[in-house]
């Protein structure tokens, strides 16, 4: 029963999480089907936070991704008014922080630099 327990609150916080990034990348312009995409989110994902194709090779390096996983959520979180405080969170409790960003009032703004 614990297991069976344990599965189902597993995957309604992935659909909570599924759903809150679909908003996310609406907030942003992007269709939010695209959020859910692999491998062509990371793309869209690049586009909303103002970054080049090519970072997605740079995902694919070991060691070298964690540094521009860490600056693109940052970016991420910056895109949305947000400081280094809620990148922290992001990183560190996403389950949390990706459903605040996707279903609160956070406004999207293209980052310039």
Known sequence: HLMTTLIIVYCAVLLIILAAYWK?????????WAGIVPIYNI??????INRPWWWFIMLLIPFVNIYFGIVMV??????????????IGLLLLGFIFV????FGDAKYTALKD
Request: charged share 25%; proline share 6%; aromatic share 16%.
């Open 24 to 32: 996310i990348f609406e907030k942003a312009g992007k269709p939010g």
């Open 43 to 48: 793309f869209v994902y690049l586009e909303i």
């Open 74 to 87: 940052h970016r991420l979180s910056r895109s949305f008014g947000k400081d280094v405080g809620f990148t």
């Open 99 to 102: 459903p605040i960003l996707g």
